[in-house]
């Protein structure tokens, strides 16, 4: 890969299962991610970089080309849209469930309901989708938390195994996407470093394959 490209990756979760994927493709960091207080990473495959970042602000860099391409969960894409990005390969990694949840039995009894979420925009479009009045609340963290202390009737959160619920008395109502994260590409770059991209796309194709 002859061309310089600059990869954002997604800390977490996704980075784990993202460098079995890369490295298929003959792409490794020279250092070890998990060990180094790095966040620049030179690797095995010439010209190609690694930046590790938090997940919301990967779409950033790479919308404003400070990174060619990025692996980003599809939630995140969905409530900060995808302007300015392609969004070439599903990677098939880090799946997990964008649902609602409440508590056991909960059953809706007036006009309005209050919904305690992250994904703000996801919130509003899907219940305005619906048709119901919902009054989002914000809330960064510790979404069983909000039913329990009456601050909402309902979360939309990302669910895996949906043990955090049951814990705390509540349970999956209705899915709202499917996730999964996606590798994305700034439009500029793509048109122009072509080949390099869309080698790197190719080659990432071929190990989400044969994964």
């Known amino acids: 890969m002859s061309e310089s490209i600059t990869i954002a990756l997604t800390k977490g979760r996704i980075l784990k299962e993202t460098l079995p994927l890369l490295a298929r493709a003959g792409i490794e960091p020279l250092d070890d991610i998990s060990k180094s207080r790095k966040l620049v990473f030179e690797t095995t495959a010439d010209g190609v970089r690694l930046v590790v970042i938090r997940g919301t602000d990967v779409p950033t860099y790479v919308r404003h080309g400070a990174a060619d391409v990025g692996v980003v969960g599809k939630d995140v894409l969905l409530e900060h849209g995808a302007e300015g990005l392609y969004e070439p390969l599903d990677l098939g990694i880090a799946r997990c469930r964008l649902m609602t949840a409440g508590p056991v039995g909960w059953q809706q009894d007036g006009a309005r309901i209050r919904v305690a979420t992250k994904f703000v925009n996801i919130a509003r479009d899907y219940f305005a989708r619906k ?81």
């Open 131 to 211: 048709g119901v009045h919902a009054d989002v609340i914000k809330l960064y963290g510790a979404m069983e938390l909000a039913p329990m202390m009456d601050l909402a009737d309902l979360i939309l959160d990302i669910v895996d195994t949906g043990n955090t619920l049951r814990a705390n008395g509540m349970e999956p109502l209705e899915e709202v996407a499917s996730v999964s994260s996606r590798l994305i590409v700034n439009k500029a770059a793509m048109r122009s470093r072509c080949a390099g991209i869309q080698s790197l796309v190719d080659s990432l194709a071929a190990a989400v394959e044969a994964a």
